[in-house]
């Protein structure tokens, strides 16, 4: 049975540069930021996310003409930080941080998504890092996770949330947990990407019901079970994953989206839902017609 059709009046969905194969500045591989921006309003939705930084112009004015003449606005920008490294490279972090945070605010976004750096290059495999941290580790990356919080809000306006994403530290169920434990529920949230946390081998709805006070942003993506039990057994990085296709069009994967849309709407505050179905890279032809009906599996989810 579907939702009412006004059953998640407080979620609010859009699209990401993501979902038209977009993972860097610039790569011939990519959709053009003007094709991309044309077909995302073209598929219905509202609202967008920034992308790498670079991907769409970074002057605000233009950025925010742009975006009005397709009826679309801004929720958010990235960031990727490698904080548990500690103070020493804060003031590198932060270069970085605050021009995508500027933007951000030019446009009228609130967010700033933040994601951990990989310990394994999600291009070639390569192993950057030890995958686990340190107990010192683990008190920088909560302390300057933290800083960075009060800084982007103090500064920007923007409110952090911070994405537990594959082939970095803050990643299964038992690291998520750990960093919310570590952090302070004034300063930092956490933007639940469903596809990455099935991917780490996460519930989402059970994320939602029991941390609800620190969900505060959703990305919407979905896994196939049977290519991620394939690059799991196999230990495939997440870049080559991403190319045989683990992440996958909703709703044929996991895991179901109206459960998580439904728990989220239960928390009784406004919600960004984004959807990022990973297709790096990608035909220029295929994103639109997964991102038309993908917007229509969610109106039957209840989101409107």
């Given amino acids: 049975m579907t939702s009412s059709p006004h059953a998640l009046s407080r979620i609010r969905v859009g699209s990401a540069p993501d979902s038209w194969g977009v993972w860097f500045p610039e790569d011939p591989a990519q959709t053009g930021w003007e094709r991309f921006l044309d077909e995302v309003a073209e598929a219905g939705y509202e609202w967008i996310e920034l992308g790498p930084y670079g991907y769409l112009p970074t002057d605000p004015v ?23 490294h500690g103070p020493a490279v804060w003031e590198q972090t932060w270069e970085h941080v605050s021009r995508v945070a500027e933007l951000a605010r030019g446009v009228g976004a609130g967010h700033l998504v933040v994601i951990p750096s990989f310990w394994r290059d999600d291009k070639t495999g390569a192993v950057l890092e030890d995958r686990v941290l340190t107990a010192g580790q683990w008190r920088d990356l909560a302390e300057q996770t933290e800083r960075l919080g009060r800084e982007v809000e103090d500064r920007f306006g923007l409110r952090i949330v911070v994405h537990p994403h594959a082939d970095t530290h ?131 989810c209840g989101a409107r």
């Fill in 62 to 84: 233009r950025l925010a003409e742009e975006t009005a003449a397709r009826g679309l606005r801004v929720s958010a920008g990235t960031v990727f930080t490698g904080l548990h």
């Fill in 170 to 300: 803050v990643d299964t169920p038992e690291n998520v947990a750990r960093f919310l434990d570590a952090t302070d529920a004034e300063t930092v949230s956490l933007c639940l990407d469903t596809g990455h946390y099935a991917y780490c081998g996460g519930d989402s709805v059970e994320l939602i019901e029991t941390y609800g006070e620190r969900i505060g942003y959703l990305h919407l993506k979905q896994v196939d079970p049977r290519v991620l039990a394939e690059v799991v057994a196999q230990q495939v990085p997440f870049g080559p994953a991403v190319a045989r296709g683990v992440m996958c069009e909703p709703p044929s994967g996991v895991p179901a989206l109206e459960p998580v849309l439904a728990a989220a709407q239960k928390l009784g505050v406004e919600l960004f839902a984004i959807v990022e179905q990973d297709m790096y890279p990608c035909p220029p032809e295929r994103p639109l017609p997964i991102a038309r009906r993908t917007r229509d599996y969610l109106r039957t």
